[in-house]
């Protein structure tokens, strides 16, 4: 007999998973392909995930699981670490302890009889644990490389906190799985938001929040609740009352006859407006477990047809952000009085570029010159050799590799202390478009953020991701200034 306190997120998640229906041959086949779990904080979507997995590989012989994060030493740190204290007290008996419900020695007595690590052999060197009853084996990893993760076939791959996972891998992802488990917080704007996943027949949305979860500890529950503001009240929300009148509102008299939950969550709500605690992004994210907007995002550009592009008559410009494992952001670009056009053309990592090829096709790409691979991706993409190419400065002998081959005003970009925020202050003063079909483009600057402090004030400096097309934008832009085509100061 397996046991696990369990909320229902766990059961709805296995019931997806375990759904079938008929093709068009009649055979039984997965209802759903992707199974995305969004929602706030401590709904217990991580703990459910370690029971569906479990089920997963106990019920079922031969199967193949990933638990996949982006670095590998953050999922063996924290999502293997938690895995083991979960299949170790998989009813919560510690806590229960904590709590003063039963003693330390009968929590300790029972943990040991239900413990569930009995069931595995575990490799520590390959952070894999195998199932004795079945053979189905699971495996924790990480994105550190692209061709390791695209060469993955597994039955069931559990995407955690997919925040740096670019769309190119959870493609390859698809091609290669039979069933994708994608669990997030929606603290940010995301391609799984876009592009038709989520609308696919094959794709079931689950949402839950810390409400969902009758195990949240009190203290995470109190920390959640100190960000909703009055404006998202019920008796608001409902609109009983306008949120001004709401801040004054009479509690004893009472005139609008709210009941006593409602009462107690205005009043919770003034509360955390005159403390400061209140925070409509933090409440929407972490607590309701929608999306919202990032109060500390820097740009918003707008998005333009792609012909609209072609028929601007204006010279184009390149810029480049080298990257072997993170993106190979590479985009074009034309400036017209104030307004900078942008349009992607790679974003892509070399070693992603690599898996797609042949070993025929890599050998001859790689056998005259060790950075061929970038010669041949720029003929690929018809980049014009009488244009400037303005490249990131880390990697001078691709620079060189560029300018041999015939582009020879490939150049490193100037980067001088400071021209991060300088470039970025630039940026702020120009119209910037980007065409439809540049969907890193977009993504990346509904996302590239200004850096927090632990106390979650906002920094001057942004934080050092969602940053592969944005780099080579300042670069463009930087070096258009330099040689005064763009004379804003």
């Known amino acids: ?291 919202a907007e990032r109060p500390n995002r820097i740009f918003k550009w707008k998005p333009i047809n792609y012909s609209d592009y072609l028929s601007i008559n204006k010279p184009v410009w390149y810029g480049v952000d080298w990257g072997k494992v993170d993106p190979f952001g590479i985009i074009e670009a034309k400036y017209d009085d104030g307004k900078l056009y942008l349009h992607e053309l790679n974003y892509k990592s070399e070693n992603g570029i690599l898996a797609d090829l042949s070993d025929t096709e890599r050998y001859q790409i790689m056998k005259e010159h060790a950075e061929g691979l970038v010669v041949w991706l720029f003929n690929k993409l018809g980049i014009q050799k009488d244009r400037p190419v303005i490249c990131d400065n880390n990697r001078p002998a691709k620079v060189e590799a560029l300018r041999s081959a015939g582009y020879e005003y490939a150049k490193a970009a100037n980067k001088p202390q400071g021209s991060i925020l300088d470039g970025i202050d630039l940026l702020s003063k120009l119209e910037v478009y980007y065409t439809r079909e540049s969907k890193n483009i977009e993504y990346e600057q509904e996302n590239y953020s200004y850096a927090l402090d632990r106390k979650g004030e906002q920094l001057e400096e942004p934080e050092d991701v969602n940053n592969h097309t944005m780099d080579p934008t300042r670069y463009i832009a930087t070096t258009l200034r330099e040689l005064g085509i763009i004379k804003i100061i």
């Open 1 to 291: 007999m397996i046991n696990f306190n369990a909320t229902t997120v766990y059961s709805d998640t296995y019931t997806a998973l375990n759904e079938r229906i008929r093709n068009d041959k009649g055979k039984f086949i997965v209802k759903y392909k992707i199974i995305c779990q969004e929602g706030s904080s401590r709904s217990s979507k991580t703990w459910s995930n370690f029971q569906v997995i479990f089920m997963f590989v106990y019920s079922q012989h031969f199967k193949s699981v990933a638990v996949i994060r982006d670095v590998a030493k953050d999922c063996h740190d924290i999502l293997e670490v938690d895995w083991i204290k979960w299949i170790s007290d998989p009813m919560g008996r510690m806590k229960q302890a904590e709590n003063g419900d039963i003693p330390l020695s009968e929590a300790l007595k029972l943990m040991q009889k239900e413990e569930l690590s009995k069931y595995f052999i575990r490799n520590k060197q390959k952070h894999t644990w195998t199932c004795k009853k079945t053979n189905s084996v699971i495996q924790f990893t990480g994105l550190d490389s692209d061709v390791k993760v695209m060469g993955m076939t597994n039955d069931l791959v559990w995407i955690n906190e997919p925040y740096a996972f670019s769309e190119e891998i959870f493609k390859q992802l698809l091609q290669r799985t039979k069933q994708i488990l994608f669990d997030w917080n929606p603290r940010e704007a995301h391609f799984i938001n876009k592009n038709g996943y989520k609308a696919r027949k094959d794709t079931i949305t689950l949402h839950s929040t810390f409400l969902d979860n009758p195990f949240c500890p009190e203290e995470s529950r109190r920390q959640l609740l100190s960000y909703q503001s009055i404006k998202f009240s019920d008796v608001v929300v409902s609109g009983l009352i306008t949120v001004k009148d709401a801040k004054s509102y009479d509690f004893e008299e009472n005139k609008l006859l709210f009941t006593k939950r409602q009462i107690k969550e205005l009043q919770r709500c003034v509360y955390n407006e005159d403390t400061n605690s209140a925070s409509d992004y933090h409440w929407q994210v972490y607590g309701l477990g929608i999306g």
